[in-house]
């Protein structure tokens, strides 16, 4: 009996084989008509050279962690059947696919054409990949969404919501740092893109940060009673407040790390795997340079949420005597590590600059502690500079490379002492100044536009130069910022001359400054004089 089940099985295989290759001289084509297939053999598919390279790439990229390669949609997400085709078109995938795909996973993809030919059962659903370890930023909550009844007043409620954002920040910054270090520092330290010394000049003192915030999110945590209330917080913010004078030695090396970082980005390799990291699931669209400005943002908003607090705490609440110390207290923090980050960075820049001439060596930029802006500007001649105006001078510079390819600013004709400024505001839509003026801003118009002047006065040679911002907004900031700088080294120049002043230098008021008015007789005696 089983002996007649397997011929009738051999059986039926053939007849069905046999079924298949006489209906397989007609298929269907995409519009759903009849046509006749060619008995030729199907066309071997070649793959071309260039995704041969991709293959290669992509087991490079294999190393990477598993987290990386979750690129799933969430499961509550509605799946389009796929349709399969007998066409060829069906079978050939196209060369280029998203690049996070790559990322150490094989992809089998299947082209679905709509037609009017009935398509064949939709196969069975392959089970959902284990999901990535790694956070995903969920939708906002608030905090009267985790509790079920309360009976505060709204003041209350608003001071609630704004703790409970302070908890959920802490909670999201530990969350990218962490992700930070697994997925970016790791495998490139692994896969040897950056070396360990370009590493840790990129992330920095990243690591010191994570133990920080988390001991104040366990703190806050601890805060929490049973009804999911904070009372007092203040004094909890005061003793934590001192543990953020880390961020001095974070944010002053981000100027070094960021330009490193822009020179790394033009190795393929770097580049490749950067963009690969952004395109993913887990970044949020945010490149790394997002990610390790993190905590300076996150510092800057401390001063934010404790006036938000202050504000919505009643007048008979404990925290209402603390609060303005912790404010105080994290304003100074903040305003210290500005100030530091500042000095850093002027001394950054100080020595990317290349001087062609001795003369353009200034004093005055080597005494500068700090940077009031600096960017982008063009001259009269169309040419574009990039402009450093310091604490104490007005530098213009063309930007190059030295001999081993990093960055430099070679200095652009006499710089200016910010003591000896002019500044003249050319109004938009005014006829310039000059012919040169005139001719390179507007292109051969008589109207100027986001255009000034800046000029020395009290020197021998007199030096000017016509400069245009990008936009309005960026003339204003430049023009605000150069007042500054003079009103402010104007000033500085004026103490300065007073403190080196030898005193009475007048002889008749050498009697004046010692005259005692309380006593007559000193009086007396200067008249008779």
Known sequence: MEVDERSETRTSWYDLLQRGETQSTTTFDHAGKKRKQDSTPEPVIRIPEDEEEEMVEQEEFEMLPD??????????????????????????????????????????????????????????????????????????????????????????????????????????????????????????????????????????????????????????????GSKKTVGEVAPTLMNWFPCLEAYVTYCCNQVEAKALLDHKKQEKRVEKFLRLCQESSFSRKLDLWNFLDLPRSRLVKYPLLLK????????????????????????????????????????????????????????????????????????????????????????????????????????????LPNASLNLEVIPDGETGGGGSFRGAFTGGNDRVKNCFRVSSRGRSKAHSYNLQANDSFSKQQWVTCLRQAMVQSRDRKAQSRQSLAPPHSDPALCDIADLSLSCDADMADVTGR
């Open 67 to 224: 987290n990386i390669n979750d690129s799933e949609e969430p499961s509550n997400k509605r799946v389009k059947p796929v349709v399969k085709s007998n066409s060829l078109t069906g079978v050939i995938t196209p060369l280029k696919t998203p690049a996070l795909k790559r990322i150490g996973q094989s992809i089998s993809r299947s082209i679905s054409f709509r037609t009017e030919a009935r398509p064949l059962p939709t196969p069975p659903l392959r089970s959902r990949a284990k999901g990535s370890s790694f956070p995903r930023r969920c939708s906002s909550r608030c905090w009267s969404d985790t509790v079920e009844s309360h009976n505060l007043t709204a003041k209350e409620i608003k001071r609630q919501e704004v703790i409970y954002e302070l908890t959920e920040g802490e909670r999201q910054l530990i969350e990218d740092l962490s992700l930070i270090k697994k997925v970016y520092y790791e495998p490139m330290l692994k896969l040897d893109i950056m070396s360990e010394s370009e590493l840790r000049q990129i992330f920095g003192t990243l690591d010191s940060l994570i133990p920080l915030h988390e001991d104040l999110l366990s703190r806050l945590e601890r805060l929490r």
């Open 308 to 415: 938000e607090i202050q504000k919505c705490t009643p007048a008979e609440h404990p925290d209402e005597f603390t609060l303005p110390d912790a404010l105080e207290l994290i304003q100074s923090i903040v305003a210290e590590v500005n100030k530091k980050t500042g000095e850093a960075e002027c001394q950054f820049y100080r020595r990317g600059l290349d001087y062609l001439e001795e003369f353009q060596r200034l004093p005055e930029i080597q005494q500068s502690r700090f940077l009031y802006c600096h960017g982008e500007l063009k001259n009269n001649k169309g040419q574009r500079l990039h402009v450093f105006l310091f604490e104490l001078a007005l530098v213009l510079t063309r930007p190059g490379e030295d001999r081993e390819g990093g960055h430099v600013f070679q200095v652009y004709r006499q710089p």
